[in-house]
């Protein structure tokens, strides 16, 4: 079956680094799009960035340009957030989700990992 597994979130001081982790599995990775979604409690959920597996062409919200990068590791079929320069307005749960390039229907989520930045 379909998993999408994410790690790596956690507490950090502003101007710090986080490195996020989604390892993908049951589906073939190389035709989806994957992102990082995130959300705080009261909002809607918000795309951060996201990747095309097949060629690595990625798109980022304004609010991460240049503080974040996306990345995918085609061998392990794990798709990664680098995170710098966290500021405390990216405190948040942070999903991975994957979606179908080929097939719409087909999209998935992680379990969520939280991302807190404080003092």
């Known amino acids: 079956q379909v998993q999408l597994v994410e790690s790596g979130g956690g507490l950090v001081q502003p101007g710090g680094s986080l490195r996020l982790s989604c390892a993908a599995s049951?589906?073939?990775?190389?035709?989806?799009?994957m992102s990082w979604y995130r959300q705080v409690p009261g909002k809607e959920r918000e795309l951060v960035a996201s990747i095309a597996v097949r060629d690595g062409n990625t798109n980022y919200a304004d609010s991460v340009k240049g503080r974040f990068t996306i990345s995918r590791d085609l061998a392990k079929t794990t798709v990664y957030l680098q995170m710098s320069s966290l500021k405390p307005e990216d405190t948040a749960v942070y999903y991975c989700?994957?979606?179908?390039?080929?097939?719409?229907?087909?999209?998935?989520w992680g379990q969520g990992t939280q991302v807190t930045v404080s003092s």
């Open positions: 989700n994957a979606r179908s390039l080929v097939l719409s229907q087909y999209n998935y």
């Open positions: 049951g589906f073939y990775f190389r035709s989806y799009a």
